[in-house]
């Protein structure tokens, strides 16, 4: 606003009032912008000595500059990121407009190098959307190569469709786009500021120079109507002081401000600009040939609110793969498609959300193997009137204001898995496992060898991550030699984190028992009954052997052969065989069969099945012989009542026979002998 001992330029039209107390309704036929506002008395505030707009903390400088002058919460151009766009450079490179393009032209010409060089050569422009409170101001800067002639001409263009024209250049034109005129006649040093929307249907009317549609629509005077200031810099501007663009000479810079809740109020409840163009004519006749200007810049420029989505996942994702869908219900301006993804980190901003609205945003079902684990939208301001709904993976809001916004991040856990193996160090087997927290509660696991390569497995996978269990019901004849997991877990209580894969293996050994060999002898000389017989070798084959085991008796005429797998697991049974000693018979039959149950390995607790019994008796060898004094003086006959035995008749003619009997066992053995003169 003017300060009130401000004096108005000459250059102000006559109908610019000076600024008093009121209310501006504007509102007409199509074409006609409808601005809505109170115009307050006075300076614009306490801190802005300049013209500035009541309301705005941006400094719109008398002498316009770039540098905050005065106390916070003053802003200017050097103290924010506006949307900044530099001019190709001066010169035959320098792009520009001709063939004699005018506002009106749907799809103006762009060529090279025809800036007449009396005319403004621009070389930057900016914008900056300020918000107070609920209202929003728009702020732009041009600043040109020299002072020209005669007026000054700056019109801005803001475009709300992405999609660019036929020249490659410029955005198509879309009904409600706002051209923005900076008006300055010869020697003055504030702007009329003066706003046309463009229009596509309707009468030729309500067009600001052309008799058909589509058309600018005829200009509303924001200056006089209070929602509009700009100034012009009537001395240098040194580099230092020009926010990174140079010396500027004297009248090569301008600014204004515009109430931009209010200018936008006729479009409608909501309107969002995507971007913005600065571009100069060649005289104040609206009519006239457009000549340089600067090539579209992206804006966020809007009155609307806005929703903002953010992703996380927990832990994150790294690389970032999996894709999470959205669907929003909600109007935008311009509208947006309803449905969107996100990985991991990804951001959703959704501009030109209307307000008064009751909208949503759901998660689609989470891809298999994650979960929704929050949706936190404390960053989101209290006018949003944000309400969550985890149950139903979504959010709802109804903006109060286009000052507030929803922001929310949907914070996503990908479920954990358990491996559960079966590994056999011997032999191979089926084992059923039960749980009480994984489904399905039982199951059975079958090894087809001993080792990795005849393990068995099966997975759970889509755990929430918490606590589980499992536990195997050890089959008879089996040991559990161990159950492990790799991250250290108990089988009984497997922690499972988001996203982590538990492998617990548990390896079983088959039972195993001994044979216990006991082995006895007589000897005389010790006395009568049997005793301990050591030295002696025994072979085990059979079960489930596959090479014999061969063991000698201790001392004590017992041997213990232990690490035997239980006969339970073989059709043919353990044969243990003797190897007789010499000079011994085996008393009983030899190939004795025995069962292995579960046993130590010291033969302790071996039952009778798996014990068996050698008994040896040594042998004894017999001679009968007949030794006459006189050689050849009488014939013998000897036989012994021993089967098999061999025996001298008296007809043989022997006169000195001798019988010999081997391997006898203990008996009595009669011999007849008939000696025969």
């Known amino acids: 606003m003017f300060r009130r001992d401000h004096t108005l330029p000459s250059s102000i039209p006559p109908d610019h009032p000076v600024r008093k107390p009121m209310r501006v309704v504007a509102a007409s036929a199509a074409g006609a912008l409808v601005l809505t506002g109170v115009i307050a008395a006075g300076p614009a505030q306490a801190s802005h000595p300049e013209v500035s707009l009541t309301g705005s903390n941006f400094e719109i400088d008398t002498n316009a500059n770039l540098v905050v002058d005065d106390p916070a919460p003053s802003i200017d151009w050097a103290g924010v990121t506006e949307n900044r766009k530099a001019d190709l450079a001066t010169g035959s490179g320098d792009d520009s407009f001709g063939q004699g393009s005018k506002e009106d032209t749907p799809v103006p010409s762009v060529v090279d190098g025809s800036i007449p060089p009396n005319k403004s050569d621009l070389k930057n422009f900016g914008t900056y959307l300020e918000t107070v409170?609920?209202?929003?101001?728009?702020?732009?800067?041009?600043?040109?190569?020299?002072?020209?002639?005669?007026?000054?001409?700056?019109?801005?263009?803001f475009n709300q469709s992405p999609t660019i024209s036929g020249n490659n250049v410029t955005p198509v034109r879309t009904a409600g786009d706002l051209l923005i005129q900076y008006d300055l006649s010869q020697g003055g040093t504030n702007p009329v500021l003066f706003v046309s929307r463009w229009v596509t249907a309707g009468a030729g009317s309500q067009c600001a120079a052309s008799n058909a549609v589509p058309c600018w629509s005829t200009r509303t005077n924001l200056t006089s109507a209070g929602f509009a200031t700009g100034s012009i810099n009537t001395t240098p501007i040194a580099a230092g002081a020009a926010d990174g663009l140079g010396s500027i000479s004297a009248r090569t810079f301008g600014e204004a401000s515009v109430n931009f809740t209010a200018l936008t109020g006729g479009l409608g409840s909501c309107v969002s600009f995507g971007s913005a163009y600065l571009k100069s004519r060649s005289s104040d006749s609206f009519s006239a040939a457009m000549k340089d200007f600067i090539a579209p810049a992206p804006t966020n420029i809007s009155n609307c609110g806005s929703v903002t989505i953010r992703k996380q996942t927990l832990p994150d994702e790294d690389p970032n793969v999996t894709s999470f869908g959205f669907t929003k219900s909600f109007t935008t301006s311009p509208v947006v498609p309803n449905t969107f993804n996100l990985t991991d980190d990804g951001v959703k901003v959704i501009p030109?959300?209307?307000?008064?609205?009751?909208?949503?945003?759901?998660?689609?079902?989470?891809?298999?193997?994650?979960?929704?684990?929050?949706?936190?939208?404390?960053a989101s301001s209290a006018g949003a009137n944000v309400t969550t709904d985890l149950a139903n993976s979504s959010l709802s809001f109804n903006l109060a204001s286009a000052a507030d916004t929803v922001d929310c991040t949907f914070t996503n856990r990908p479920r954990g898995t358990i491996i559960i193996e079966k590994v056999t160090a011997d032999g191979a087997g089926a084992f059923d496992f039960t749980s009480e927290t994984l489904t399905p509660a039982a199951f059975t696991l079958t090894t087809t060898e001993p080792g990795e390569d005849g393990k068995d497995s099966t997975t759970f996978g889509d755990l929430t991550p918490g606590s589980y269990d499992v536990a195997e019901t050890v089959p008879d004849n089996w040991n559990l030699q161990s159950a492990t997991c790799d991250d250290g877990s108990d089988v009984g209580a497997i922690g499972v984190s988001a996203g982590e894969t538990v492998t617990c293996t548990f390896i079983n050994t088959r039972e195993v028992g001994a044979i216990k060999i006991v082995k006895t002898r007589k000897h005389a000389e010790l006395g009568s009954g049997d005793y301990a017989h050591p030295g002696v070798t025994f072979t085990v084959t059979g079960g489930g052997l596959a090479e014999a085991r061969t063991v000698q008796t201790d001392e004590n005429g017992i041997a213990c052969v232990s690490g035997l797998v239980v006969s339970a697991f073989f059709d043919d049974?353990?044969?243990?065989?003797?190897?007789?000693?010499?000079?011994?018979?085996?008393?009983?039959?030899?190939?004795?069969?025995?069962?292995?149950?579960?046993?130590?390995?010291?033969?302790?607790?071996?039952?009778s099945d798996a014990t068996v019994s050698f008994k040896n008796m040594p042998l004894t060898d017999l001679t009968v012989s007949v030794d006459s004094q006189v050689d050849g003086g009488t014939f013998s006959s000897i036989s012994c009542d021993v089967d098999g035995s061999d025996e001298v008749l008296l007809t043989d003619g022997v006169t000195d026979p001798s019988v010999t009997i081997t391997d006898l066992q203990p008996r009595t053995v009669v011999c007849t002998i008939v000696i025969d003169p």
């Not at 030109?352 to 929050?374: A, F, K, Y």
Request: hydrophobic letters at 30%; a negative charge; one cysteine or more.
């Open 573 to 607: 049974p353990y044969i243990v065989t003797e190897t007789v000693p010499e000079g011994y018979v085996l008393v009983g039959d030899n190939d004795q069969e025995a069962t292995v149950v579960e046993s130590d390995g010291d033969c302790d607790t071996v039952t």
């Open 133 to 157: 409170g609920s209202t929003k101001y728009l702020h732009m800067f041009w600043h040109r190569v020299q002072d020209p002639s005669g007026t000054t001409n700056m019109d801005f263009e």
């Open 352 to 378: 030109g959300v209307l307000t008064g609205q009751v909208g949503t945003v759901s998660e689609d079902q989470p891809p298999t193997g994650w979960d929704l684990l929050s949706i936190d939208c404390s």
